[in-house]
């Protein structure tokens, strides 16, 4: 059975710094892409970044050039550098994986940002 468990969040003040890491258990298969996804009560789950198996990256407009995503390929680990984090950036963030034929969510990490 695929588990995804992140960890590293918590609570940090406006401006500071935290990494996510979120790591799969399980016989997976070969993972395409790795993402973060984050969401706030009665909003819907968005994309915060993504990385594929070659390595190219995408990040949403709200985070470029402040977030950093890699993976461990061999590991099956993926990780997000935040950095000048913002108070609306409070939210529940979650790791997906998918594969060819499956899609894997991590239960999220909270992540909570003071003003």
């Known amino acids: 059975q695929v588990q995804l468990v992140e960890s590293g969040g918590g609570l940090v003040q406006t401006g500071g710094s935290l990494r996510l890491s979120c790591a799969a258990s399980?016989?997976?298969?070969?993972?395409?892409?790795m993402s973060w996804y984050r969401q706030t009560p009665g909003k819907e789950r968005r994309l915060v970044a993504a990385?594929?198996?070659?390595?190219?990256?995408h990040y949403s407009d709200p985070v470029k050039g402040r977030f950093i995503i890699s993976r461990n390929s061999a590991k099956n680990v993926v990780y997000l550098q935040m950095n000048s984090l913002k108070s609306d950036e409070t939210a529940l963030y979650y790791c997906?994986?998918?594969?060819?034929?499956?899609?894997?969510w991590g239960q999220g990490t909270q992540v909570t940002v003071s003003s």
């Open positions: 990385i594929t198996v070659i390595g190219n990256t």
């Open positions: 399980g016989s997976l298969g070969a993972v395409n892409v």
């Open positions: 997906n994986m998918k594969t060819g034929s499956s899609d894997y």
